[in-house]
């Protein structure tokens, strides 16, 4: 967890846990420099398989 660019502290992670165990997992990050909206997923273990056999 972090804010104003550094760690913060003490922060309970228990309900970070559990938000990031959601389906969708809304996260919010500001850098001062305007808005956006991102879609991405997370990478299963069987997708990192398949696509490590590759060579490029």
């Known amino acids: 967890m972090a804010k104003e660019g ?11 846990v559990i938000h990031l165990k959601g389906r969708e ?4 990050i500001d850098v001062g420099l305007g808005k956006a ?3 991405t ?3 299963t273990h ?3 398989d398949i ?5 490029s």
């Open 37 to 39: 909206c991102v879609w």
């Open 25 to 28: 997992v809304g996260i919010i």
């Open 46 to 48: 069987g997708y990192i």
């Open 6 to 16: 550094g760690g913060v502290p003490g922060y309970d992670k228990a309900p970070v």
């Open 51 to 55: 696509n490590g056999s590759h060579r």
């Open 41 to 43: 997923c997370g990478l």
